[in-house]
C-alpha cells in the first residue's frame, strides 16, 4: 500500500513541478505542454521509487530516505527539463 501512496505523490509532484517548469521557462517548450507533464510525471515516479528502494539498499537509514523521496524527484524533473530544453 506505501508503493501505492508513494506512485500517487510522485504523480502530484511531477504535475506541479511541470507547471513550475511551465512559469520558469514560458517561451521555451519544445515539447509542448503535454510534453512537458509527461516527462515530469514519469521523472518523478521513476526517481522516487529508486530513492524509496536503493537508498536502504546502501544502508541508509530511514530518515535519509524519507528525505531523498521528499526532495530529489522535484529537482530530478526540473534538471531532465532544462536538459530537454537546452537540447532542441
Keep these: 500500500m506505501t508503493i501505492l501512496y508513494l506512485i500517487l505523490a510522485m504523480l502530484v509532484v511531477g504535475l506541479i513541478m511541470g507547471y513550475i517548469a511551465g512559469l520558469i521557462w514560458k517561451d521555451n517548450r519544445p515539447i509542448g505542454v503535454q510534453g512537458d507533464y509527461i516527462v515530469a510525471v514519469i521523472t518523478a515516479i521513476v526517481v522516487?521509487?529508486?530513492?524509496?528502494?536503493?537508498?536502504?539498499?546502501?544502508?541508509?537509514?530511514?530518515?535519509?530516505?524519507?528525505?531523498?523521496?521528499?526532495?530529489?524527484?522535484?529537482?530530478?524533473?526540473?534538471?531532465?527539463?532544462?536538459?530537454?530544453?537546452?537540447?532542441?
Design 48 to 88: 522516487g521509487l529508486l530513492d524509496f528502494y536503493v537508498i536502504p539498499a546502501m544502508g541508509f537509514s530511514d530518515t535519509l530516505k524519507w528525505a531523498g523521496v521528499a526532495t530529489e524527484p522535484a529537482l530530478s524533473v526540473l534538471l531532465v527539463l532544462w536538459v530537454i530544453r537546452k537540447a532542441k
